[in-house]
């Protein structure tokens, strides 16, 4: 049967492919929280540095992403690559703007900025995973 086998198959290379998005993203993470701890250190408020640190890191996250996570599926050239590339930017936007509500209102709840931040990234995390897999490298 066919079936049977396909779809298990299917199921492991989507498996496969939230790991490797994973792994980008702890990478992406890891510039992200560095640039957002040394610009708190450096005195900047929390929500201005937790998107600097966002936007420091989506770059990231678009080179790992285009070269090892959805290799199979990025355009080329063209308008195409091009489309993907505003996707992808609409995506980290979605993203920000996420980011920087959670650490604005946990911040101003009387949350510490570190743990606000840790919350925003789980819920970033979360949707910029669907819209990347459903939208922009589909």
Do not use: C, N
């Not at 063209?78 to 209102?105: D, E, Y």
């Amino acid at each position: 049967m066919i079936t049977g086998t396909v779809i298990p198959l299917l199921d492991r290379l989507r498996q496969v492919t939230l790991l490797r998005y994973a792994l980008a993203s702890v990478g992406a993470l890891a510039v992200d929280l560095g640039t957002f701890l040394a610009l708190l250190h450096a005195g900047l408020p929390a929500v201005a540095a937790s998107g600097v640190g966002y936007a420091v890191g989506i770059a990231v996250h678009w080179l790992l992403s285009s070269r090892a996570v959805f290799t199979e599926q990025v355009a080329s050239t063209g308008p195409a690559r091009a489309r993907q590339k505003a996707l992808f930017v609409a995506s980290a936007l979605i993203g920000l703007a996420l980011t920087a509500l959670v650490v604005g209102v946990l911040t101003g709840s009387g949350i510490d900025p570190r743990a606000a931040k840790l919350t925003a990234i789980v819920a970033s995390f979360a949707v910029t995973w669907l819209l990347r897999q459903r939208i922009v490298f589909r």
